[in-house]
């Protein structure tokens, strides 16, 4: 296997001409040359991508990058995770959107990508491999590979690239690195990689204090090494400025004012600003059309530029009609690229305009044409979902890669002021030589060996069959090819069986025949029996038929889910009702109700929950569960 000390080969020293810019800038640390003029001719292009499992560090990665190759001033003020400029990235810590920014470093243009773990965004990672050269595979030194280290690299090694292994996290104490590099190796050969990716280059870093080296025990002071690295071991990209222009969109991404505009690499010949192009579509239509504007990167932003050549990741603004795997092409000689091929949807739930009894009361958008707008105007950025109208103009049909990417969804656009309401999710089944066949997924698990056992009879009624299992001192892993079916809800129960020790992965594996009905584990619902306030009188008194989602003085109607009952059966139940006084009782009589906690749902623990009769309304302000069929009193 070869190490991070190889000797540099011709790769890098592709000659040209060097970086001029009118204004620049140079970082002492890195000897970086920042331009600050767009359209420079830039001899080396390297095009790279970050993959890693969640939380591994590839968006921290970035960071140092950034804060090291001059893009930022030194006095400016700067967020962790930079990259992650969504909210709902922010607050949950991970990756949903694929990003690029680029970097000068040595006169070379590094244009990086960060990419989404978790394999529900799987259709971001794919369409990214089509247009760099390389990759940098991140992982976490004390935890190795997981799950999605396994779809990431295998969807690397598909596209043939030779992926950069990057051992993060190597300040952790009690760790060994270069087991951690084993266990890499182990992957790639479990794969199926060549033996020109097995022999991966790979090198230490700690992606918070933002050092790299060759080895754990050296003295890390920056980045260098890795940057060295990507500049060694990543190929430029291939093509020719001479050529006729073939560039194919990756990202889309939407403005007010420009509308869409498409991301994506030129794989051949030059593009201008103002030039007349055609765009291909998959369906074989050639639309003309002129670049309206063109954009390089620069750090975070994008920066206008006259025109740029083959090997360099663009934005074009123009198209109204552009989708991701379009081609742009000149007018003379208009040949299509090869498309990216994207994972179908696995799940799907019903969207459907509130028609509850607070209907309307805390929502901006409300209406069936609002709703659809937004929906399909999701599907101008978001290429793994798809949206079907039905035969009931208030219903429509959202199909994604999971319940994560369908409930980022719903979760952003009730950001956005929207009310509406969702269905439990549904795996999507298909037809294959004349039997029903459903999704899979691989499911590791890594809890206490305490637990273990109450994992694996959990597991058994979901049709899991368990693959593997070791004990590693106290730990125990699980492997299992359980059927997304069986997934739906298993994360809160999950939960409450390890007392929030374990730990849970999956990804999507493979179409098998279906493997029969799949009991729901859950008791009946408590279901309010009109509409009013809840009291602290009504909800101590009824306590002892289960436990509620609600608290005293919460505004319920009759239908709406207020708790689980104890039982398999749906009680409706009066959670309002007023204890009554008279002039025969004292102050002093009175009862200080003294109530249980109420289960916190939020909307991805009430998209678990509830059963086909159910919805879960969603607001800005709330989210509620309810009966379908509700009886107004």
């Known amino acids: 296997m070869s190490t991070a000390t190889m000797t ?19 970082n002492p640390v890195t000897d970086t040359v920042t331009s600050s003029q767009s359209g420079n001719e830039l001899t080396h292009i390297r095009n790279i991508a970050i993959i890693a ?29 930079v990259m992650d400029s969504n909210a709902l990235e922010r607050e949950r810590g991970i990756t949903i959107l694929a990003k690029n920014t680029a970097v000068t470093y040595k006169d070379h243009l590094v244009n990086i990508v960060d990419t989404p773990g978790h394999a529900d965004f799987g259709g971001e990672v794919e369409r990214i491999l089509g247009m760099v050269d390389g990759c940098l595979l991140v992982v976490d030194c004390g935890e190795g590979p997981m799950p999605q280290t396994r779809f990431v690299l295998r969807k690397a090694l598909e596209r043939g690239l030779r992926p950069i292994v990057v051992v993060n996290k190597v300040d952790r104490p009690n760790i060994d690195p270069h087991l951690a590099v084993d266990k890499v190796f182990d992957l790639f050969v479990e794969l199926g990689a060549t033996a020109a990716q097995l022999d991966f280059p790979y090198i230490f870093a700690s992606g918070v204090k933002g050092i790299a080296m060759k080895e754990p025990q050296d003295e890390g002071t920056d980045l260098k090494p890795l940057l060295d690295l990507i500049l060694e071991h990543c190929p430029p990209p291939a093509g020719s400025p001479n050529e006729p222009l073939q560039m194919q969109i990756s990202i889309l991404e939407y403005s007010d ?51 740029a050549q083959a090997g360099e990741i663009v934005a074009i603004a123009g198209f109204t009609t552009a989708n991701v795997g379009d081609t742009i092409a000149n007018l003379e000689n208009p040949t299509a690229l090869h498309r990216v091929k994207i994972d179908e949807p696995t799940m799907k739930m019903a969207f459907l305009v509130n028609d509850s009894p607070f209907a309307g009361r805390e929502g901006k ?20 979902l798809r949206v079907d109208e039905t035969d009931n103009t208030d219903t429509f049909i959202v199909s994604g890669r999971g319940e994560l990417h369908l409930g980022i969804l719903i979760e952003t656009m009730r950001r956005e002021g929207y009310e509406f309401q969702v269905s439990r999710p549904e795996v999507i089944c298909k037809e294959i030589d004349g039997a029903t066949h459903e999704p899979f997924e691989r499911l590791f698990i890594d809890v206490p060996d305490g637990f273990s056992g109450a994992v694996m009879n959990e597991m058994g009624p979901r049709k899991a069959e368990l693959q593997n299992m070791n004990v590693e001192g106290t730990q125990a892993l699980l492997e299992f090819i359980v059927p997304t079916r069986g997934m739906i809800g298993f994360r809160s129960e999950f939960l409450r069986l390890t007392k929030g020790n374990g730990i849970m992965n999956h990804s999507f594996l493979e179409y098998r025949p279906w493997c029969g009905e799949i009991a729901r584990q859950r008791n009946g619902a408590l279901v309010a029996w009109e509409e009013g306030t809840t009291t602290a009188y009504a909800l101590g008194k009824a306590e002892d038929r289960g436990f509620f989602f609600i608290t005293p003085q919460t505004h319920v109607y009759a239908g709406m889910i207020v708790g689980e009952h104890n039982r398999s059966q749906d009680l409706d139940i009066n959670v309002c009702k007023v204890k009554q006084l008279t002039n025969m009782r004292s102050a002093s009589a009175e009862v200080l109700y003294t109530l249980q906690a109420p289960a916190e749902m939020g909307l991805e623990k009430c998209l678990e929950y509830i059963h086909d009769d159910e919805l879960v309304e969603v607001t800005p302000l709330s989210v509620r569960m309810r009966k379908r069929q509700i009886t107004r009193r």
């Not at 040209?16 to 204004?23: F, H, I, N, V, Y």
């Not at 958008?365 to 609002?370: A, C, E, G, I, P």
């Open 53 to 81: 499992h969640v939380d591994h560090g590839k968006t921290t990665l970035v960071d140092g990058f950034l804060r090291q190759t001059g893009v930022f001033r030194d006095n400016q003020e700067l967020v962790e995770c």
């Open 8 to 26: 540099q080969t011709s790769n890098a020293e592709v000659g040209g001409e060097d970086l001029t810019s009118s204004a620049s800038t140079t």
């Open 365 to 384: 958008f409300v209406t069936s044409r609002q709703l659809r707008s937004r929906l399909f105007h999701e599907l101008e950025t978001n290429v793994s």
């Open 257 to 307: 004012y420009l509308g869409r505009i498409g991301v994506g690499r030129i794989y051949n010949g030059t593009v201008k600003a103002g030039e007349q192009v055609t765009l291909l579509k998959e369906d074989g239509t050639v639309v003309k059309g002129k670049i309206a504007k063109l954009f390089t990167f620069h750090g975070l932003k994008k920066v206008e530029a006259e025109q």
